[in-house]
């Protein structure tokens, strides 16, 4: 069945970096756009990227262009989030998301706290 496990919240301060990662199993990984979501504490979820099954393109929402970036390592099954210039309103729950089989999957996600 399908897995995602992400990791690599942590508590960091403005201005600050961190990667998150998701381990995905149970589907063929490399032919499928991966997602990453967040969630905000009172908020709905929300898109943060995308990137492309075939030549790692990749989307982002205006509130995160250049400063986050996402990659994947197809060998390891693994999508990743790399998160620069933190500020407090990235302070979310962050999930990967990948639309398999016309079903929407995630993982538990991870927090990601950002305070001085």
């Known amino acids: 069945q399908v897995q995602l496990v992400e990791s690599g919240g942590d508590l960091v301060q403005p201005g600050g970096s961190l990667r998150l990662s998701c381990s995905a199993s149970?589907?063929?990984?490399?032919?499928?756009?991966m997602n990453w979501y967040r969630q905000a504490p009172g908020k709905e979820r929300e898109l943060v990227g995308t990137?492309?099954?075939?030549?790692?393109?990749?989307n982002y929402a205006d509130f995160v262009k250049g400063r986050f970036a996402i990659s994947r390592d197809n060998a390891r099954n693994t999508v990743y989030l790399q998160m620069t210039s933190l500020n407090p309103e990235d302070t979310a729950i962050y999930y990967c998301?990948?639309?398999?089989?016309?079903?929407?999957?995630w993982g538990p996600g991870t927090q990601v706290t950002v305070s001085s």
């Open positions: 149970g589907f063929d990984f490399s032919r499928y756009v």
């Open positions: 990137i492309s099954s075939y030549d790692d393109t990749t």
């Open positions: 998301n990948v639309y398999y089989y016309e079903k929407d999957f």
